[in-house]
């Protein structure tokens, strides 16, 4: 696990946020526009230097709201410019912000690095931050810079210091072979965490990234078992391996996992400490109850079930109380997933044109779907409420693809292998 050492603090207001949708109606709104040199360093570690602001301008491409002027072909600046830029050559780029920053190399040969954030127009500081990390390591500070400037020029949160976790996929029929992997959002430091001796689904991270709750068939029957992402334990959640358990997902404090168990033809939802105990049944209606997710105060739950005869999403009370449907849309709708700002619900939509994913107000208002299928499935949030990692299949690969909750054409996430099952981490700690 990298350590960082925090030596300056995030300073002043926010500038407006950007327009943000209104009920089910997107305002279209053009990116703002930050400019971003090559960070000043030392000749010695320029090549590292080039890449943080290389990876920053990425970060920052891909959220479609923050347009990157830089770092090629715009001059690099003297160490103090780096506190205090120029206002006057960026604003005739028509840039509304600048980030700016240093790499140093430091006597115990980690490196130091800082980033600034100005408001070119009121040419005032909205933000620093800074790291002293190994060189293996600059790229989680990169990504860190990163989170600073989106937050700092649009008001919302973002999410490229976090991981996914995913199902890969290869091989064919009797040799298909199924491992979770892992990596960071802009698919670097990928890695296999299961072996691939057994199969594996629904791969779940822990808030703060440390932990994993999945699926495994290991023995021949379906059950949930947490995993140290650091590879140094594995365990089964539940002693009695003939539990079928499945469908695993932590709450927003990481302390609990809810899971659904099967027994004599039907399929209820529990809750167990994250240590193993305090097993506690939630549902009691026949059929199949399933797909729980945490709202983010921890107070309700989001579920789906087909008590009314297909299957509907959901709420109830965190003990299982005052369960009501909140889906009416003529489809059947399942795997939902309570956004981390507790505005919408994601959740994935059988109907005519097959597989969709979708989002819901809490309260069942303002549907609206994101993709247009035919196989779109299994939503799971970003840390800004703003986008959904999920899975789509199309000619015979399953790959992974991100889409906005503005509607946005979904963008694929580059993996090695084929992909299913994904998961994103809410927070970048870790």
């Keep these: 696990m990298m350590r960082f050492c925090y030596f300056l603090l995030a300073t002043l207001l926010l500038v407006p946020a950007a327009a ?30 080039m890449q943080i602001s290389q990876v920053i301008a990425s970060d920052l491409q891909s959220t479609g709201d923050v347009l990157p002027l830089g770092p090629d072909k715009l001059e690099t600046y003297t160490l103090p410019e780096a506190s205090a830029p120029a206002f006057r050559t960026y ?24 980033c600034y954030v100005h408001d070119v127009t009121a040419g005032r500081e909205l933000g620093r931050v800074g790291f002293a990390v190994a060189d293996t390591e600059w790229r989680r500070a990169a990504h860190r810079c990163a989170d600073l400037a989106f937050s700092k020029v649009t008001g919302r949160s973002a999410a490229f210091d976090s991981r996914m976790v995913y199902v890969a996929e290869s ?52 059950h949930v078992r947490l995993a140290d992402v650091s590879g140094q334990g594995d365990r089964p959640l539940i002693p009695d391996n003939r539990v079928m358990s499945f469908a695993p997902r932590f709450s927003p404090d990481g302390r609990r996992i809810l899971f659904t168990v099967a027994s004599n033809g039907n399929s209820d939802i529990y809750v167990a400490d994250a240590s193993g105990g305090g097993v506690q049944r939630l549902t009691f209606a026949p059929g199949t109850d399933t797909n729980a997710s945490f709202s983010p105060d921890s107070r309700s ?25 909140i889906s009416f849309g003529g489809a059947r709708y399942g795997t939902p997933a309570w956004s981390p ?26 549907e609206k779907r994101l993709t247009t299928g035919p196989r779109d499935e299994g939503p799971s949030w970003g840390t800004g409420g703003r986008q959904i990692l999920f899975q789509r299949s199309a000619t015979g690969r399953n790959g992974l693809f991100i889409v906005g909750i503005d509607g946005s054409q979904p963008r694929a996430v580059t993996t090695p292998l084929g992909g299913s099952d994904p998961d994103w981490s809410i927070e970048g700690a870790r």
Excluded at 92 to 98: D, H, M, P
Excluded at 185 to 194: C, I, K, L, Q
Excluded at 343 to 359: K, V
Aim: charged share 20%.
């Design 301 to 325: 739950i989001v579920f789906e079930s087909d008590r009314s005869g297909t299957p509907q999403l959901y709420v109830m009370e965190a003990d299982g109380s005052g369960a009501r449907r």
């Design 171 to 222: 091989g064919a029929g009797p040799a298909r072979v199924k491992r979770i992997a892992m990596m960071d959002a802009d698919g670097s430091n990928h890695r296999f965490v299961t072996a691939g001796d057994s199969i594996v689904l629904t791969p779940r991270l822990s808030p703060a990234g440390d932990q994993l709750a999945y699926v495994s068939f290991a023995g021949g029957r379906p």
């Design 91 to 114: 604003r005739a780029l028509g840039a509304k912000a600048v980030l700016t920053g240093f790499v140093q190399r430091r006597a115990d040969r980690r490196i130091t690095v800082g």
């Design 341 to 366: 700002d507790g505005e919408w619900i994601a959740f994935t939509r059988t109907g005519p044109e097959g597989l969709t994913i979708g989002i819901i107000r809490p309260n069942g208002s303002d």
């Design 20 to 49: 943000r949708a209104q009920g089910v109606a997107v305002i279209a709104v053009p990116p703002l526009a930050i400019a971003e040199a090559a960070f000043n360093s030392d000749r010695e570690i320029a090549s590292i230097a």
